[in-house]
């Protein structure tokens, strides 16, 4: 019965070659160790003392007589020929067809502990064995022989629910740290999702953080970012948001994850949101971007991780596992550079898009984003654009609404050129008095006139005193300047009235200039012809509502 003993030993060495294959990664599975027996008993083919020799008496009886016990059937040659002869069946079924070879490879190596050792490299005549001193080899058929089989199938035993997850998993488990947390991870996320069992705590809010927590990205080599069942993110490493004590990841339900890397430059965030992956169980974006505009950032919940952390003025934005709803408050953003990494998860069964599809952009050209700020509208509807128009260089984008200004300066106009007018009507009165003044004196100062002229004749004829001509003379020169102060006084007022209209005129005029400053400030005008991309609104203040509107032109060489 010795070659029963044999038998069972090499059968016991490969249950446990698949244990240990098992936990180092070979699926395995029922078919899986049948085969690796089956292949355990091959190379005994060469002797008709063990139990396949003893059904395949004509070969057997062949090979020992010819070639010998533990030559040919024994060596890697022997390997080589039977892996080219299975190669075809390895399209079929090549877990079975490696598990064989494993089981054959078994029975060789475990030869190298007997007496003999075997010829590994026949037709060379080189003995191979796994024990130099002959005394500690193993007997054929012995009690020692016995023992060894019932050690490996212990082991076997061991070794084979051990290496569920492979050995390599179950150390990092046994260790249970966030660097081997994110070993783990980065080994199952390609079929799995992943999850860790989590004890630590939260060092913001001084919590106890206990349960199970989905792994959503690695954070370097230290740590894990998690999230739980209400969406909330946590960094869990030794010296991060959550301080681990034991972290042990572990695999979650089949998944079939699908990353897409996307160029996002001279995009908006809603080209992106809209071109996600649809039927995904869950979308991950991790990247960074530079927006156009400052973004607005919510922050997370007190103990919670930022998804998206803003820096430089807010227009540069982090993202780390971001969700598409937590990007939905940039939208409307302009990215003027940047890239991401989007991870989608879906149903092993289903079929993933190989690419995101997002809209082309003009090749050659690069685009430049040229944001216009708007300060003081007093409603959105002073806006004149909207996202996605294209304007013209010069082209009114929004007009400030600030009708009471403009209403100020046009009655204070008012009031000076009706101030004018009165001026000027004034004038004109005054020269109808004037002119009548000065009829009545010039006719006073003709008759004066002619009344000096008859005194004088009659004092030339002694008929009146030289006194009274003297009296005419002197009443000629009195109507005389009365006419002249007349004609002054009046050439006066008119010039100061003349003086007060125009000064009135040219006042209402600066104010209606201003007037037209005013609404030329009013409208807002694009320095560039393109395309608007984003338009922002702010925050009312007392000046009113500041908006940007981000126009983008693609004038510039790649």
Request: aromatic content about 6%; hydrophobic content about 45%.
């Amino acid at each position: 019965m010795e070659w029963v003993v044999t038998g069972a030993t090499h059968i016991a060495g490969a249950v446990f070659t698949m244990a240990v294959a098992r936990g180092m990664g070979l699926e395995v599975g029922p078919l899986e160790l049948i085969t690796c027996m089956a292949g355990s008993l091959v190379p005994d083919i060469d002797t008709q003392n063990a139990g396949m020799g003893r059904f395949l008496r004509p070969v057997s009886g062949f090979l020992e007589k010819r070639i010998g016990h533990r030559t040919l059937t024994h060596s890697l040659l022997f390997l080589l020929a039977l892996w080219l002869v299975l190669l075809p069946l390895s399209s079929v079924n090549p877990s079975s067809v490696t598990a064989f070879l494993i089981g054959v490879l078994s029975h060789i190596l475990l030869d190298t502990a007997n007496v003999n050792g075997v010829f590994l490299l026949w037709p060379a005549r080189v003995q191979f064995v796994f024990l130099p001193i002959r005394s500690m080899r193993i007997k054929y058929g012995s009690p020692a022989e016995a023992y060894l089989a019932v050690v490996m199938l212990l082991l076997a035993l061991v070794l084979y629910p051990v290496g569920k997850d492979g050995f390599d998993t179950t150390f990092r488990r046994f260790v249970a740290s966030p660097e081997t947390a994110v070993l783990d991870y980065l080994d199952f996320r390609p079929s799995n999702s992943v999850f860790v069992g989590l004890d630590g705590f939260n060092r913001l809010t001084q919590e106890k953080m206990s349960g199970n927590y989905r792994v959503i990205e690695a954070l370097g080599r230290t740590g894990v970012l998690v999230e739980d069942d209400l969406g909330r993110a946590f960094q869990v490493s030794k010296n991060g948001q959550v301080v681990a004590y034991r972290v042990r990841a572990y695999r979650g339900a089949r998944a079939r994850m699908q990353e897409y890397r996307i160029e996002l430059g001279g995009r908006t965030v809603r080209e992106l949101l809209g071109a996600l992956p649809r039927g995904a169980r869950a979308i991950w974006i991790t990247g960074e971007l530079e927006l156009g505009t400052a973004g607005h950032i919510l922050p997370p919940e007190i103990g919670a991780f930022a998804r998206l952390q803003g820096g430089t003025g807010g227009k540069r934005v982090t993202l780390h596992a971001a969700r598409p709803v937590d990007l939905q408050t940039l939208e409307s953003s302009y990215v003027i550079a940047g890239s991401a990494v989007v991870r989608a998860e879906f149903d092993p069964s289903s079929t993933a898009a190989a690419t995101v599809d997002l809209p082309s952009l003009p090749t050659g050209e690069a685009p430049i984003a040229h944001p216009v700020k708007i300060v003081g509208l007093a409603s959105a509807s002073g806006l004149l654009v909207q996202q996605g128009d294209k304007v013209l260089e010069g082209q009114v984008l929004a007009r400030l609404v600030d009708d009471a200004g403009l209403r100020a300066l046009e009655d204070k106009a008012g009031v000076q050129r009706s101030s004018a007018r009165a001026k000027r009507a004034a004038m004109v009165q005054d020269t109808a008095g004037f002119r009548a003044a000065r009829a009545r004196a010039q006719s006073q100062l003709e008759q004066s006139k002619a009344a000096e002229g008859r005194m004088k004749y009659l004092v030339s004829q002694d008929a009146e005193p030289r006194v009274k001509l003297e009296a005419a003379k002197a009443q000629t020169q009195t109507l005389e300047n009365d006419l002249n102060r007349l004609i002054f006084d009046h050439t006066t007022r008119q010039s100061q009235l003349e003086q007060a209209a125009q000064s009135l005129e040219v006042s209402a005029a600066i104010l209606l200039r201003q007037k037209a400053t005013l609404e030329r400030k009013q409208l807002i005008h694009s320095p560039v012809a393109g395309t608007v991309e984003e338009i922002k609104l702010e925050d009312a203040t007392g000046q009113g509502i500041t908006a940007t509107v981000v126009i983008v032109s693609r004038g510039g060489k790649q």
